[in-house]
């Protein structure tokens, strides 16, 4: 079995995970709704979001894990009603996996393991991965052809970056890296030149 890197509190991440055997993960509407809200309870108090994406059968985060000093033990959810003595950011997203799979199965009445075992994750080490792998991120519904345009998507950063509507993504942030919000719109309207990274993308 290969075994991950642990995620590294500080460091920058490209993550990702699939349905497993390749199956659907989002089954209807509901399904990427409550996905949200899981993150929101679980992942969200140990790290920043910067770029997400979420696909019929997987989907793409960007985050910084937040340093131990900036996270607030009062607002971590465990799966159990004893706190563990260490904070593991690689167990929240397991606990993540864990509830989200749980809800689908007795929704849809369905028994089994939903994701592949392990979920991937890329170390971010540059500012230019950095900015390409956003573009990415939400270039992957054209990619994947469910749309024409990413601004048609729902289920993607993109159209959270271009609005003005409260959220706890890291808008001004990513609008910075691109200088404002003018060239953001540029950048992701051109093709871009990903041979960079291709070893660095995880499909």
């Known amino acids: 079995m290969e075994i991950k890197e642990p995620i590294l509190h500080g460091n920058y991440y490209h993550i990702y995970n699939r349905g497993n055997n390749g199956i659907n993960i989002f ?3 509901e399904n990427y709704y409550h996905f949200l809200r899981l993150y929101a309870k679980y992942i969200e108090p140990i790290a920043d979001t910067f770029a997400w994406c ?3 059968n997987h989907f793409h985060i960007l985050v910084r894990i937040k340093d131990k000093t900036e996270i607030d033990p009062n607002e971590l959810t465990y799966n ?3 706190k563990p003595k260490i904070i593991d950011p690689s167990r929240q997203f397991s606990h993540l996996f864990n ?3 749980q809800a689908v199965n007795k929704r849809h009445n369905r028994t ?3 994701f592949e075992t392990t979920f991937e994750r890329k170390v971010v080490t540059s500012e230019k991965y950095f900015q390409q792998l956003i573009f990415y991120i939400h270039n992957n519904p054209v990619h994947h052809g469910f749309v024409k345009q990413m601004s048609l998507y729902p289920w993607s950063s993109y159209g ?3 609005s003005n509507r409260p959220t706890k ?3 001004d942030e990513v609008i910075e890296l691109f200088v404002d919000i003018e060239n953001f719109v540029f950048y992701h309207n051109q093709q871009q030149n990903l041979n960079e990274i291709n070893n660095l993308i995880i499909e």
């Open 112 to 114: 089994g393991s939903l």
């Open 160 to 162: 959270t970056v271009i």
């Open 80 to 82: 159990t009603t004893e």
């Open 54 to 56: 979420l696909l019929k």
């Open 27 to 29: 089954l209807e509407n």
């Open 99 to 101: 509830a989200y799979t």
């Open 169 to 171: 993504l890291k808008r």
